[in-house]
């Protein structure tokens, strides 16, 4: 099934153009995804894995969930059925925090505003259910942990650059409105 994607100025406008996901790569246009980072009591973080048969970053660690805002849906919108589609996770939208808008300049064909969410759930790993077969495992992982992993060039983790937005905003969760 085409994704269409609602093309998008440098400052998140929309420009009154839709493509599908693959003609928005192609020609480099400004699109809206969205970074669901799930944490816990323990502040700990939920990593998921990615598939090894996807095209892009395959069997790496990656955001709890994530994705591409469709035409004519919210970031709230988008966050909330990437959630069900990559873990199975039926959520409360008033438990989504908005965090901040992220402009990301991949390369000359993927240009994207990411909205970035705080999710604070206690879940059990074991209990989620990858039902788009886009993740095969998802853990929770202390911040130290991470940090290991992203102090590796090696290690399989994506999106290095939100981390420290992230563990900013767990550890000081007392300033957040949950």
């Known amino acids: 099934m085409k994704e269409y994607i609602d093309v998008l100025d440098q400052f998140g406008n929309p420009k009154g153009i839709v493509k599908t996901r693959e003609e928005i790569h192609e020609s480099g246009d400004y699109h809206r995804v969205i970074h669901t980072w799930i944490y816990n009591d323990a502040k700990e973080i939920l990593l998921q894995k990615r598939s090894d048969k996807l095209k892009n970053h395959p069997g790496c660690w990656d955001i709890s969930s994530a994705g591409h805002v469709h035409s004519l849906e919210t970031k709230e919108e988008a966050a909330i059925r990437e959630l069900k589609e990559e ?4 959520i409360n939208p008033n438990d989504l925090q908005f ?4 402009k990301r300049n991949k390369n000359p064909q ?4 990411a909205d970035i969410f705080l999710l604070k759930q ?3 790993p074991n209990n989620l259910k990858f ?3 886009e993740v095969i495992d998802a853990k929770f992982y202390s911040i130290p942990q991470i ?3 992203l102090k590796n060039p090696d290690s399989k983790v994506v999106n290095r650059e939100e981390y420290p937005y992230i563990f900013h905003n ?3 969760e007392k300033d957040l409105q949950l």
């Open 87 to 90: 873990l199975g996770l039926i």
């Open 99 to 102: 965090l901040m808008t992220i």
């Open 110 to 113: 993927n240009k994207e505003l």
């Open 122 to 124: 206690n879940i059990n």
């Open 131 to 133: 039902i788009d077969q």
């Open 147 to 149: 940090q290991k992993f």
């Open 170 to 172: 767990i550890m000081t």
